[in-house]
């Protein structure tokens, strides 16, 4: 059982993805760092928060009370997510990708990757053709 632990502690699988985890936390950090400090006040320009710190537009209910619709905070989420997996693309991603292509070239394997061509209609009709040609007579 521990050899089993060790063997999976060691692939290189989950060292990358404890690596990932801990660099995507850190700059999860970095892109919530910079929403709040940049994207926020431009929101900010446009709607004056509330009470609760939410800001967006303020529609009156039917029973006469304010309602506030926070696209505040739903921007910081889109804006965060996308700035995150960017990154991870960028960094992470996109280079591994490209190390495996080099490294499967180096190795001379060939990624096949388009389908095998398959035959038009005209092609399956003439070797049909053939095919009853070449069949003796009953």
Known sequence: MIKGFKEFILRGNVIDLAVAVVIGAAFTAV?????????????QVFYVPNANGDFGP???????????????ALLTSVISFFAVALV??????????????????????VEQTDEPKLPTEQELLVQIRDLLERQPCV
């Open 31 to 43: 892109v919530n760092a910079i929403v709040s400090a940049i994207i926020n006040p431009l929101i």
């Open 88 to 109: 991870v693309y960028f960094v992470f991603v996109f280079p591994m990708n490209r190390w495996k292509a080099r490294a499967a070239a180096r190795a001379g394997v």
């Open 58 to 72: 303020e529609i009156t209910g039917l029973y006469g009370q304010t309602v506030v619709f926070p696209i505040g």
